[in-house]
């Protein structure tokens, strides 16, 4: 078999071939150049990054016949040995299949000898994690002191498997994803040395499947270069991947945005049925909003963006959505990108998601704005609490006699601080038209209304937390709070807490706020007048009220009050 992939073909032979790895190359580079090399290198990352690849270079660069030198030559037969596998002194262990403790005894064993062809021995393990314990253990005392003449480089994806008494006896080089951008010039190159027609958005495409991994982008690239005939088009690239197009990842979005939901369903069930995989398509979305998020946010970074391709549709579409439902978009579609990972009907949590996205209420998108509003409002309310509670430990001494403390004892209390003044004559008014039905009415209602408000208003629903309706007639509701500043407020909101009360009791309601020590004065103000009138009147007294009344039934008037009590015979 004379054909060879192109992951094989193009595989770095020199460090400037490396790509996306600078921070490393230049430092292997020069500390080659200076003869500062260490004895122990731990390459970690991600697979297809170029760990083992720079482990054979850095092998090349300080056996070359030239050396030392920023980039071995290639020509000499150190490097052309190192490369076809020739030289014995440059070893290649796969820890996957040799990771017992024998096969790392017999290294130890064999480090001693000096090199046979080259100056230095390297022994590159890949996939160092998969030893065992016993194998570490009888690594560890090689690795801590080796011979001159003996450099080891271990490559793993994943190095918290590796004791940290191996770590620490390395220098640790960590090889990052490469960029989108990155891999993609890379595959320019490629193509036009293997004289290959394909289009630039067919190889972002490729290298947005690869997910950061060169070699797994020239694989996909080679698997798309034979599906495809003389031309590599967009469509072969995505038959190939399992992707799906731009222009019908927009169509999904306007279609959600216009809570066209048939269409959107229409859509994903056409992509389904075509074979593209619901995993992929579910990560294009959320790439796709995530790009279209980044441009609204700074349209000067086109650059960085992962899935789209930044042209006029693209721009139009990022003018017309709302940040806030992008963000909640992503949110639901990461949700669902969670529960497909457990699911073999992967399609059905997509069209949940949608009928989620769809259903959506405004107040969910505005959620992060009322949570602000929400805060900003507890704060003020905690501070004007904690003033409120200063001034009755240390009320400010008044002046005057006997006579105008009586004075102000009889006059109406108001809050001067707030600015709130309690509307007694209109709630003495509402005491005489009240009725226990009408406030179990309310009541009953309530909490659903409390639910209500607080999708709709959360603010508001903030204020009347910790309110409780008091008295009821057919008109009008007192409803009473913990302090003045809670009224004033209250009154702010009126105008969406009285239509929304009235949407739930079926009748329209004035909301009266007074603050609770208030009302229990003006309760016993009531109750005490009722009582005079009818003695007044000289009605006669009921069976109740001619005789004297049980002592536990007062102690539980003094304790709860009159409008939390109910007697029964």
Known sequence: ??????????RPRNFEDVVGQAHITRTLQNAIAQDKFSHAYLFSGPRGTGKTSAAKIFSKAVNCEQGPAKEPCNE???????????ISDVIEIDAASNNG????REIRDKVKYAPSAVSYKVYIIDEVHMLSM??????????????KHVIFILATTEPHKIPLTIISRCQRFDFKRITQQAMVDRMEKIVDAENVSIAREA?????????GGMRDALSLLDQAISYSEDQVLVE???????????????????ALNDKEINQALSIVDELIQQGKDPGRFVFDLIYYLRDILLYQSAPDLEHNLERAI???????????LQSQWVQQTIREFNKCQQEMKWTTSPKVFIEIAILNIVDTPPAAVEESHDSEAVTKLSQKLEKMEQELAQLKANPPAQSGGAAQAQSQKRTPARSNKNGYNVPYDRIRMVLSEASKDELKQVQGQWPAFMDRLKQSNAPAHAILLNSKPSAASSKALIVAFRYDIHCSLALEHQKTIEPMLTEFTGKPLTVIPIPVQKWKELREEYVRKQKNNSDEEGSEPSNEEGKEEDPLISEARKL???????IQD
């Open 1 to 10: 078999m004379s054909y060879q992939a192109l992951y094989r073909v193009w």
């Open 203 to 211: 190889l972002e495409i490729v290298a947005l499947s690869a997910e």
């Open 560 to 566: 709860a009050g009159d409008d939390l009590i109910e």
């Open 101 to 104: 403790v024998e096969q790392i």
């Open 310 to 320: 930044p042209d006029e549709s693209f721009k139009s579409l990022a003018d017309r």
């Open 76 to 86: 000499c037969s150190a490097c052309l040995g190192i490369q076809d596998g020739s």
């Open 236 to 254: 072969d690239v995505l038959a190939v991947t399992g992707s799906v197009s731009q222009r019908k990842l927009s169509e999904v979005i306007e």
């Open 134 to 147: 016993g194998a570490f253990n009888a690594l560890l005392k090689t690795l801590e002191e080796p011979p």
